[in-house]
Structure formats: structure tokens, C-alpha cells
């Protein structure tokens, strides 16, 4: 019997219909089952591919219950012998956070191979089939394992990806370099797959804490962070300028928010790059993580308190 690879579908743009050939902008996100997404993609010898529909939905809604679903199911099926690796397709706005979810959540000693596209389905030339091609080629690799994004040919890792750019098709970038790329249909690798936590984390059984992120900027004050606290935020992270630094400003209503019981934790607003440990502010615990990954990470922490 051949190996199994489960892709699972989340909607987003690979899913999206236009209104026409041209329509790049005003198509609706998640209309496309995945089952028809499949069709005519090329599938890696030696295994079958089985298909579930677990929401269609723009990714910008995407929200707990999805993620609940998703670790779930792509934890029974990495589970069982025949299953060699995952597939998600996934809308690109919120990409990261599910994808670090997954990396925190699901034991991963098989591949999860997120993909997407920047076009719809139906599209003039759609960019979707070839990622969700390179997808099921990477979740097909011996010794392949980790929480991945296949797309434009490249492949990232989960921890600090994030979404730069709003509409080329190569969008993302990743804190710890691609780990390889497809080209012509063969992988290179450029690095060692990533590494899973050593142990995984649960979701919340109930409400998620409530963690909002705050950025310092040039005139940045205290009553943002103020208005926060007495609300009843749970957490805070700050995407801070540079290598983390604080507004003074901004800096004291933390140190207070955090003398109330609430977390503070940084990490930086830049587009690329991770904040290094250590020198100003270093008095905030820093996450190598972006802002929406590190707000994740901090919910998770809540939750297991």
C-alpha cells in the first residue's frame, strides 16, 4: 500500500474566485473546494493523496476554532504509519500564526507543508498549483520533517516568517533563512530541516488570553498601554524599534503593566531580522520570534499557567 500524504484545505487566495481572468484584488477568498485545487497536479511517486475540507475562510478571519481543528486533525493523522507528511492550504495574511501554532502544537517528526498563493484560482496564471505542487513534493521528501511554507519556489521554516510584501508573489521571508528551494521539480536544501520544540503545547481549553502588542515609535506615551491594563489585557508585547528598544515613555508604562501582573515580552517592528538579547530594555524577556508569532507564543504561556 502507498504511503498516504493528507492535505487539508483552509480556503484563502489559492482558493478565491475573481471575476475574471485579471481580477488579482477584488476576488473572494476560500470559494474553491481543495479537492478541485487538486486537479491535474502532479503527485510525487510512490503515494496517494487524500483530501479534507476543514474551512473556507479569508485568511485575515482566520481564528482559534480553525487552529483547534487544524492541530487536531493534523495530529491524528501524522499519528498513523501510512501517513508520510501534511499539505494546508492557507490564505497568506495570517500564514505566520498559523504555521507557529502548528510548530508549537503538533509533534512534527513528519512534514507540515503549508502553501498558498497571491492569486486566485482563477486567475489568468495563477501562482497556486505550482506551490501546491512544490507542497506535496516537499511533504514527500525522506527524513523531511518540521512545520514548512512551500511557496515561489522557495521553502521556509516556521519560527519568524512573516508576510512583506502585500501583492508579489513572493512574499515571505523567514528569520532563519530558507531551508531550500524546488527548481524544475527537485529539491535543494540549503539548511538542516527545522527543529521542533522538545515539547509540543496545548491550545486552550477555553478563551484564549487576551495578549495585544503595542509598537514604540518616535512620540510614543503611556496611555495606550494604560487604557490596556486596566481592560484586563493578560499580556503585552512590544514590537520595539531596532533591536527591541523602547520608547522611555512607552518603556515605564510597561515596567508598570508589568509590576499589575501583566507579561510584557519584546521583540522588533523591523521587516527583517531577529532582535539579538541583551542591551537596552533587556529588562523585557525577548522572543526571536515577529510580533504575531510572539503574541501566540505568549498565549500559549498564559494558557499553560
Known amino acids: 500500500m502507498a504511503d498516504r500524504i493528507v492535505v487539508l484545505g483552509t480556503g484563502g487566495t489559492i482558493a478565491g474566485r475573481g471575476r475574471g481572468p485579471q481580477d488579482h484584488v477584488g476576488y473572494r477568498s476560500g470559494e474553491v473546494p481543495v479537492g478541485d485545487l487538486l486537479a491535474g497536479i502532479p503527485v510525487p511517486g510512490g503515494v ?3 483530501v479534507e475540507q476543514i474551512a473556507q475562510v479569508d485568511s485575515k478571519d482566520m481564528d482559534p476554532q480553525v487552529w483547534a481543528t487544524l492541530v487536531a486533525r493534523c495530529s491524528e493523522a501524522l499519528a498513523q504509519e501510512d501517513v508520510r507528511g ?5 490564505g497568506t495574511d495570517t500564514l505566520e500564526e498559523t504555521a507557529y501554532v502548528l510548530h508549537r502544537c ?3 517528526s513528519k512534514p507540515v507543508v503549508l502553501t498558498c498563493a497571491m492569486r486566485p484560482a482563477t486567475a489568468l496564471s495563477p501562482d497556486g498549483p505550482q506551490n501546491l505542487a512544490d507542497a506535496l513534493l516537499i511533504a514527500a521528501q525522506d527524513g523531511a520533517h518540521g512545520v514548512l511554507l512551500a511557496c515561489a519556489g522557495r521553502v521556509h521554516g516556521a519560527v519568524g516568517l512573516r508576510k512583506v510584501h ?4 513572493d512574499p515571505f521571508e523567514s528569520g532563519e533563512g530558507v531551508v531550500g528551494y524546488v527548481e524544475d521539480s527537485r529539491w535543494r536544501p540549503s539548511r538542516d530541516w527545522p527543529v521542533a520544540p522538545a515539547a509540543s503545547m496545548s491550545l486552550p481549553n477555553a478563551e484564549w488570553p487576551w495578549v495585544a502588542i503595542v509598537m514604540s515609535h518616535a512620540g510614543a506615551d503611556a496611555r495606550q498601554v494604560d487604557a490596556l491594563v486596566r481592560d484586563g489585557v493578560r ?3 512590544v514590537a520595539g524599534t531596532g533591536n527591541g528598544t523602547v520608547h522611555h515613555a512607552l518603556a515605564a508604562a510597561l515596567r508598570q503593566a508589568s509590576a499589575r501582573g501583566v507579561r510584557v515580552v519584546r521583540t522588533t517592528r523591523c521587516a527583517e531580522g531577529l532582535v539579538v ?3 537596552r530594555d533587556a529588562e ?4 526571536p520570534l515577529t510580533p504575531v508569532q510572539a503574541r501566540v507564543e505568549l498565549q500559549l504561556r498564559l494558557a499553560a499557567a
Open 277 to 279: 538579547d541583551g542591551g
Open 235 to 237: 499580556g503585552l508585547v
Open 284 to 287: 523585557f524577556e525577548t522572543l
Open 166 to 169: 502585500p501583492y508579489r508573489l
Open 86 to 90: 501534511m499539505v494546508v492550504t492557507h
Open 48 to 50: 496517494r493523496v487524500d
Open 106 to 108: 503538533v509533534p512534527a
